[in-house]
T-cell receptor, first 116, second 112 residues
Framework: EPEVTQTPSHQVTQMGQEVILRCVPI?????FYWYRQILGQKVEFLVS????????KSEIFDDQFSVERPDGSNFTLKIRSTKLEDSAMYFC??????????????FGNGTRLTVT | DAKTTQPNSMESNEEEPVHLPCNHS???????IHWYRQLPSQGPEYVIH???SNVNNRMASLAIAEDRKSSTLILHRATLRDAAVYYC?????????????FGKGITLSVRP
């Protein structure tokens, strides 16, 4: 069964550094998402992306964050200048053409980002 | 966004059925009821969804109250692998794209 893959599984970075989290969504999916989960807390929506542009973003997704689909397969989340509070699990998700409400989201197993 | 209410936790015995309740009294007519689960150290995983009628798939069944203000996820024979956090989510749509908003979910423990 096709799956969403995320790399790396664990990223350690120093405060103020830029990080890029990478995701390969399922190949025929058109809608892409990033979520994050701070340890012990809820899974939080960050951003959705469709047709090469952001569809919706949350308050968390400020100017330090950006997303890109640089080619036909990868979907990246960049954090320009990491802060300690950015430490979390970051989940990428994708869904097929989502005109209907029924398309489930397929999540990857996440990248654990640790900012020191 | 319409909210859901779930108990914090539930315990079950292996190979017995499990009924996970969810209240959503402010649900609107076009909100779909989705269930996801999150196994330890993994990303959320889709389980099932429905609108009005009860639904069955290979993972679970979803029983939806006639007034749609509550629903129950049914695992017919719990296994140890079913120990996870289960999220009941109302899928709110904004145009053609719709996000999922996760709550705290219910933590299911399965005893051998």
């Amino acid at each position: 069964e096709p799956e969403v893959t995320q790399t790396p599984s664990h990223q350690v970075t120093q405060m103020g550094q830029e990080v890029i989290l990478r995701c390969v969504p399922i190949s025929n999916h058109l809608y892409f998402y990033w979520y994050r989960q701070i340890l012990g807390q809820k899974v939080e929506f960050l951003v959705s992306f469709y047709n090469n542009e952001i569809s919706e973003k949350s308050e968390i997704f400020d100017d330090q964050f950006s997303v890109e689909r640089p080619d036909g397969s990868n979907f990246t989340l960049k954090i320009r200048s990491t802060k300690l509070e950015d430490s979390a699990m970051y989940f990428c998700a994708s869904s097929p053409q989502g005109i209907s409400y029924n398309s489930p989201l397929h999540f990857g197993n996440g990248t654990r980002l640790t900012v020191t | 966004d319409a909210k859901t209410t779930q108990p914090n936790s539930m315990e079950s015995n292996e190979e017995e059925p499990v009924h996970l309740p969810c209240n959503h009294s402010t649900i609107s007519g076009t909100d779909y009821i989705h269930w996801y689960r999150q196994l330890p150290s993994q990303g959320p995983e889709y389980v099932i969804h429905g609108l009005t009628s009860n639904v069955n798939n290979r993972m679970a069944s979803l029983a939806i109250a006639e007034d749609r203000k509550s629903s129950t996820l049914i695992l017919h024979r719990a296994t140890l692998r079913d120990a996870a956090v289960y999220y009941c989510i109302l899928r709110v749509t904004t145009g053609a794209n719709s996000k999922l908003t996760f709550g705290k979910g219910i933590t299911l423990s399965v005893r051998p």
